[in-house]
């Protein structure tokens, strides 16, 4: 039996997580995939690009794309907006990509609500809160401020991680990206509910 449909693959965490690092690692061995680029309304920093790493709107802009339902989900996280643009995904799912996802539980709770049949979501965490604090401040790029916030998000975060399909313990790249590359690879097999529908309907073929 064989689908054109794409599969939505979620990656959940707190920041610091090494999420992207893990993404790198893989991105070059999963087939055709899509990389969901979310829309935000922080501020863009030293080093990045629009359209690269986020497409950066003003809150205006924003605020008029959820009236007019032109995102998958959205959420307010730490002051700023983020969301994922509903045209580009179902785009990339029509064309039978696996589309990726980096946001947060609030995202995922909202991807699953409408998607839910052809999402794997994974929660990629540091061994303990203690390692997640060593990886913030050694990034230097955040305040001590916007460390401690994001830390205090990442102690509500953990809470539900029985939400998710997995738990990926991020304590050694090489071994934890060879653990998501094999759940990548099997997202893809998530069969669709009008397929399976289509195939029960038709599996009594017997006259």
């Given at each position: 039996m064989n689908w054109k449909s794409g599969a939505i ?108 049949d052809i999402t794997t979501s994974v929660f990629i ?12 401040v050694a990034r230097s790029t955040d305040s001590q ?63």
């Amino acid at each position: 039996m064989n689908w054109k449909s794409g599969a939505i693959l979620v990656l959940s965490g707190p920041s610091g997580a090494g999420k992207s690092s893990l993404l790198k690692e893989i991105i070059n061995d999963i087939g055709d995939c899509y990389f969901s680029i979310s829309t935000t309304t922080r501020e863009i920093r030293n080093g990045e690009t629009d359209g690269v790493e986020y497409h950066f709107v003003s809150e205006e802009e924003f605020k008029k794309d959820i009236k007019e339902e032109n995102f998958l989900e959205y959420a307010l996280v730490h002051g700023n907006y983020y969301g994922t643009s509903l045209k580009a995904v179902k785009e990339a799912l029509n064309n039978g990509k696996l589309v990726l996802f980096d946001i947060d539980v609030q995202g995922n709770t909202l991807v699953n609500n409408r998607l839910g049949d052809i999402t794997t979501s994974v929660f990629i965490s540091p061994p303990t809160l203690s390692e997640l604090k060593k990886r913030l401040v050694a990034r230097s790029t955040d305040s001590q401020e916007v460390i401690d916030r994001r830390i205090k998000m990442a102690k509500r975060e953990i809470q539900r991680i029985s939400e998710y399909d997995y738990l990926l313990i991020n304590d050694d790249l090489k071994k934890a990206a060879e653990i998501l590359r094999i759940i990548a690879k099997a997202a893809r097999m998530k069969i669709p509910d009008n397929v399976i529908n289509e195939f029960v309907q038709n599996w009594e073929d017997v006259e």
